[in-house]
């Protein structure tokens, strides 16, 4: 069965970097998509950033744009969000996310906050 895990959240200072980790397995990894997103208890889960199969197509969403960087080694079955110049409403779980056979996907997400 699909499974996502992901791993790299912690605690960082503001302005501070942090690499979250997403290990994939029970799926082709590398003919698919593969998405990051986050959430807080005050808003829904919103879209962070994707990645194209083959690593070539990335978007990205505004608020993070720029400072974000979402890549992939299909080697290894693992997407990545490296993450840097983090603010304090960067603070939530982020979620790794992939969309196989009309079936949505979710890790059970790693912790981020940002705080002095």
């Known amino acids: 069965q699909v499974q996502l895990v992901e791993s790299g959240g912690g605690l960082v200072e503001p302005g501070g970097s942090l690499r979250l980790s997403c290990e994939a397995s029970?799926?082709?990894?590398?003919?698919?998509?593969m998405r990051w997103y986050r959430q807080t208890p005050e808003k829904e889960r919103e879209f962070v950033a994707d990645?194209?199969?083959?690593?070539?197509?990335?978007d990205y969403a505004d608020s993070v744009s720029g400072r974000f960087t979402i890549s992939r080694d299909n080697a290894k079955n693992t997407v990545y969000l490296q993450m840097n110049s983090l603010k304090p409403e960067d603070t939530a779980v982020y979620y790794c996310?992939?969309?196989?056979?009309?079936?949505?996907?979710w890790g059970q997400g790693t912790q981020v906050t940002v705080s002095s």
């Open positions: 029970g799926f082709t990894f590398s003919s698919y998509t």
């Open positions: 996310n992939v969309h196989v056979s009309s079936n949505f996907y």
């Open positions: 990645i194209s199969n083959r690593g070539t197509i990335t």
